[in-house]
């Protein structure tokens, strides 16, 4: 009977958290469109950037390739958000408890555990899904029309299997952290805000969803440069003249030695923007609709 029950609760879990991830992704996808022709724009001295900025960004790529280049790689995407999104909330219920000991109440387990959880949920959950990160990422970079299955052949062809896994290393430490500040932020400000008398309701979920999306947002950008720098470049990479990097390491030291410290942090506003429209609308979504499944929100 306990098994049966604690199935349910996974499945139940998995179905708020892939539709929510599905509704956030679509709202937030033209945002992390620029972010990535952000971070993968070559720093030529002496020729003026071709995007400037967030909103540049979008305007320009919706001027030179229409409004729908905005959501390019969106079939990987919501393959990749649903499924990781929705095996980390499968899997970070259980590994807090697991890593909270036995007979620990919920609204008594430390910050700092719940922190690690979501760190070991997402980083787990991400090993899986990480060719489709790969494909989206070249999507969006492309400034010409490419479809998944000539980008996968491409790929395959020219770096094998392996090449689905470009990245993996700093897309780990991405989700890790990003996951770490998300679930565990949420989880630990919205007992902090009940305890405190807000309603375990709309306004609770609202104001420790934010709280997490710029805490991720911070720490999690210097990674995901990284990461789509590496992933951009698997199987020859989908723009020309980008900077080649043996590994995480290798990009780490060479991008501040290159084009200063401010590069990891390029694209920051539309990461951050996104994370954080991102990580409202989602825990907003997720909650009602886990209300609807089960009858009650996020325990």
């Known amino acids: 009977m306990a098994v049966a029950n604690s199935k349910r609760a996974g499945l139940e879990r998995f179905t708020a958290a892939a539709l929510a991830s599905g509704v956030a992704e679509l709202l937030t996808l033209p945002i992390d469109c620029s972010k990535v022709r ?11 950037l071709h995007y400037k900025g967030m909103l540049s960004g979008i305007g320009v790529i919706a001027r030179e390739e229409g409004a729908f280049a905005l ?26 408890n697991l890593i909270a000991g036995e007979g620990v109440e919920t609204k008594d387990i430390p910050f700092w555990k719940r922190v ?12 899986c899904v990480n060719p489709t990160d790969v494909v989206k990422t070249q999507l969006q970079s492309s400034q010409s029309k490419q479809t998944i299955s000539k980008l996968a052949q491409n790929i395959f062809a ?3 299997v392996k090449g689905f896994w470009w990245g993996v290393q700093p897309n780990v430490a991405r989700c890790f952290i990003g996951n770490a500040c998300e679930i565990g932020v949420y989880d630990g400000a919205k007992t902090k805000l009940v305890s405190m008398g807000v ?3 709309p306004l609770g979920h609202l104001s420790a969803s934010a ?14 440069v990284v990461k789509t720098r590496l992933m951009n470049q698997a199987g020859g990479g ?40 991102w990580t409202v609308a989602y825990f907003m979504c997720y909650e009602q609709i886990l209300g609807l499944v089960r009858g009650s929100y996020m325990d």
């Not at 952000?38 to 003026?48: C, H, S, Y």
């Not at 709280?211 to 995901?224: E, K, L, N, Q, R």
């Open 38 to 48: 952000l971070q993968t724009q070559k720093v030529i001295p002496g020729q003026p």
């Open 71 to 96: 959501w390019k790689g969106v079939t990987p995407a919501l393959m990749r958000q649903m499924s990781y999104t929705g095996l980390s909330f499968v899997l970070y219920e259980p590994v807090r």
């Open 116 to 127: 690690l959880a979501g760190g070991v949920a997402g980083g787990s959950s991400i090993l």
């Open 158 to 160: 020219k770096d094998g």
């Open 199 to 201: 309603p375990n309701g």
């Open 211 to 224: 709280c997490a999306g710029i805490v991720s947002a911070v720490f999690s950008t210097p990674v995901d």
């Open 238 to 277: 989908a723009t020309s003249g980008v900077q080649s990097y043996k590994g995480v390491v290798d990009a780490f030291i060479n991008m501040p030695r290159q084009e200063g410290i401010s590069s990891l942090y390029k694209g920051f506003v539309p990461l951050a923007s996104r994370k954080i429209l």
